[in-house]
């Protein structure tokens, strides 16, 4: 029996991360160096879209390197999906025990994360929920 070869890293890893933002990159190149005619507005609807595909998938390797270095004695992990600026990204951290035996997940604090976004996305959230009826706002970030 013949075992495939690996088409790439694990999803979810440093490494796919890595390659989904050089990826990301080169869409936003590829955008900015493209031959085709087309006008300003097509061109920044399209930039729009791929520099928030290069943001998403930044978050995701600052996330899978937060993790990362919060390994120490986790007795399991916790996944997720976080809501950022750029789209709900998923997270996978180290579950650790806190002195009192409770479960404890020191990355969220560490890169700052309340109630699965950050104050950034927060705050925003905020400003539209005080702006406009708070299902829709609720919808947009759905």
Do not use: Y
């Not at 791929?50 to 899978?64: E, K, N, P």
């Not at 986790?74 to 600026?85: D, E, I």
């Not at 990204?89 to 650790?96: C, G, K, L, T």
């Amino acid at each position: 029996m013949e075992i495939p070869c690996c088409e790439g890293p694990a999803p979810g890893s440093i490494a796919a991360a890595r390659l989904h933002v050089k990826a990301a990159v080169d869409a936003v190149v590829a955008l900015g160096e493209s031959t085709a005619p087309m006008t300003l507005a097509a061109f920044e609807a399209a930039a729009w879209t791929a520099v928030m595909a290069l943001g998403h998938a930044l978050t995701a390797l600052f996330l899978a390197h937060a993790a990362a270095r919060g390994v120490r004695h986790a007795v399991g992990l916790h996944a997720s999906v976080v809501a950022t600026r750029f789209g709900r990204v998923p997270f996978v951290r180290p579950v650790v025990r806190d002195r009192r035996g409770r479960k404890d997940r020191p990355t969220d604090r560490a890169v700052g994360l309340r109630g699965g976004t950050s104050f950034g996305t927060l705050a925003v959230i905020a400003r539209l929920c005080a702006q406009m009826a708070f299902g829709q706002a609720r919808n947009l970030f759905g």
